[in-house]
């Protein structure tokens, strides 16, 4: 667990660098992130995953299924990760504020 | 010096089975001396403080890792396995003991070459502590921290030709019996198999799309060394379908208990079990009765002999698996969670293993059934748990396969038994005034 400081707010994260509380979400938080995701520019595209993301998760509790992400966004697997090089888990929810996944990853 | 002390550990030091107390403690000292001049990149007493954490455990009988971990490599979406330790300051050598797996060569066969390149490089960036091998087939890299992941990946790839294993809701790293490398009974080639079918499916391996997890196993012949049956969603078990070859003089030297012929290739040598008995321990065991030995001769009746392997286990030089081979396929295993364990439910009773076609007839099968479940599936749903909720009409369905009595190992018991609506004369569509009017209220 830490605190980091980045363009004047703080966040609290876990060792993976996960948001400990996704109400703590802001965009200064997906700046932050990005690098460490080897993302340089969010494209409009970044931001639709996110998007769908938080929606999906503020009415549902969880974060989607990978197959359900794809169909909500139109984005095939193969697109998210050349959006997210981490992948749909560790790059694309982490930015949105989501939960950490869990179970046998 | 140890860097703490262990007493709990150091009792598994003593009895005769190759300790891992000792061989940790090892490494540790070969990490303290650090005689080769190693750039370590991790804690050099990374060692001692597993053994640490361990001797904690033992005294508390808790875990001390923290709950989950979300690491890996870019471009792939599985292949570590994250871990923290929650006590960092007492164990600060591993306060991140990442897992790699590394994905393993079919049947597990190895160079001194290439061992002594992945320990050099497990050395110099981990822990140097592994597990030969995972239960899944992998070679497991115990104990690393976050920012050697991507350096231990590059030299993988980039010096070693290698790759990472999988992990996560994927198709996970594939394993096989070391099928016909070194053994007689192998139906079809299970090195070959693997090979392929992890070469084909990288994607599906490397970046979960999957509701869960989903494993291929691969067995040479019903004998099962890599227990497909019980450890995998898809289980390959290689068989025949013409006779099984016999050598009567071979057979007659069994018994006549001539002593380079021993029954089971002498596997019951350690005690005395008599003279062998070819009706008490072959014929008479035969779990369907097909075999007779009568005037010197053998005979079995191959209609009825459902390729259990034991007369051929017991008479491996006498009695040979068929010509005409291939391999079943079966689906499903999982172990207990959710809803309870599951071993393989025979789908394919027979296909073709024919790599001059890249397996088609195998491929089309996998492709079939991973089409259905990422589209029904739910969220950690195990392929044996879909075909449990929607039923195995519906897998049949899915892979064009039609219904046959080797499906079952019986039929149902009970009468709710479904109905197409087009298979009943008149449909569901009815008029209950026309019924009235037979039938007064
Ligand atoms: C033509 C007449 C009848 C038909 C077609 C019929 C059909 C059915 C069906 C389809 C079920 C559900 C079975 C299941 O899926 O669990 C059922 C349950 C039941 N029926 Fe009937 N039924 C008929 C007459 C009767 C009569 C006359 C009685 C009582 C006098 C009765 C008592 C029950 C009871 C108690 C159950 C519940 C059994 C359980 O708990 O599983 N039924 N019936
Ligand atoms: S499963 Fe059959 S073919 Fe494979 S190693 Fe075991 S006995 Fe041999
Ligand atoms: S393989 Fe099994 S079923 Fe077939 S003849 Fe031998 S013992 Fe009988």
């Not at chain 2, 079919?106 to 239960?135: I, Q």
């Not at chain 2, 049956?229 to 030297?253: C, E, H, L, P, Y």
Request: hydrophobic share 35%; proline share 5%.
């Amino acid at each position: 667990m830490a605190t980091i400081e980045f363009n004047g707010k703080s966040f609290e994260i876990d060792e993976d660098g996960f948001l400990l509380d996704y109400n703590l979400y802001s965009e200064e938080w997906v700046e932050y992130v990005k690098s460490q995701e080897g993302i340089e520019e969010m494209s409009d595209e970044h931001w639709q995953v996110v998007k769908v993301l938080q929606d999906y998760y503020e009415k549902n509790g969880i974060a989607p299924m990978v197959r359900v992400l794809s169909k909500l966004t139109k984005f095939k697997l193969k697109h998210i990760y050349e959006l997210f090089p981490s992948g749909p888990g560790k790059g694309a929810c982490k930015m949105a504020g989501l939960p950490k996944p869990t179970g046998c990853v | 010096m140890a860097k703490h002390e262990t007493p709990l550990l150091d009792q598994l030091e003593t009895g005769p089975w190759p300790s891992f107390v000792s061989d940790l403690k090892q490494q540790a000292e070969v990490r303290a001396k650090n005689e080769k001049g190693v750039e370590f990149q991790i804690p050099q007493d990374c060692v001692d403080d597993l053994l640490g954490v361990l001797e904690l455990s033992f005294k508390h009988g808790r875990t001390h890792w923290k709950h989950g971990g979300i690491v890996g490599v870019f471009g792939y979406g599985g292949g570590v396995i994250g871990r923290y330790c929650d006590q960092p300051q007492a164990f600060p050598g591993v306060e991140h003991f990442h897992t790699m797996r590394v994905n393993q060569p079919a049947g597990k066969f190895y160079k001194t070459d290439y061992l002594k390149s992945l320990t050099e490089l497990w050395d110099f960036r981990g822990s140097g502590v592994t597990n030969m091998h995972g239960a899944t087939g992998d070679i497991i890299l115990l104990g690393t921290t976050t920012p050697q992941l991507e350096e231990v990946f590059w030299t993988l790839t980039h010096d070693m030709n290698q790759d990472l294993g999988g992990s996560g809701s994927n198709l996970r790293t594939p394993a096989d019996c070391l099928g016909q490398s070194r053994c007689e009974y192998a139906c079809y080639d299970t090195n070959a198999l693997v090979y392929f079918l992890t070469n084909e499916y990288q994607d599906e391996l490397h970046r979960p799309a999957f509701p869960y997890k989903f494993k291929f196993k691969l067995d040479g012949c019903p004998n099962c060394c890599v227990a497909s049956i019980a450890r995998s969603d898809m289980s390959f078990i290689g068989t025949w379908k013409d006779d099984i070859r016999i050598d009567q003089d071979a057979v007659n030297k069994y018994v006549e208990n001539d002593p380079a012929y021993p029954a089971n290739a002498g596997a019951h040598k350690g005690k005395d079990w008599g003279p062998f008995d070819i009706e008490k321990e072959v014929t008479g065991l035969c779990p369907t009765k097909c075999m007779k030995f009568e005037n010197k001769k053998l005979f079995i009746d191959n209609a009825n002999c459902t390729r259990c392997m034991h007369c051929i286990n017991v008479m491996p030089r006498a009695l040979k698996v068929g010509k005409e081979t291939g391999c079943s396929i079966l689906v499903g295993a999982k172990a207990p969670i959710l809803d309870g364990a599951q071993m393989g439910s025979l789908l394919v009773p027979f296909v073709e293993v024919n790599p001059d076609n890249d397996y088609e007839a195998i491929t089309e099968v996998i492709e079939n059934v991973w089409d259905w479940w990422m589209e029904e599936g739910k969220n950690r749903e195990r392929l044996g748990e879909l075909i449990m909720r929607q039923g195995f009409q519906k897998l049949l369905e899915v892979t064009g396969i039609d219904p046959m009595p080797q499906h079952v190992a019986y039929p149902r018991t009970n009468p709710y038994i479904f109905w197409k609506e087009d298979e009943v004369t008149g449909g569901w569509e009815r008029d209950v005034e026309e019924y009235r009017k037979h039938h007064q209220r």
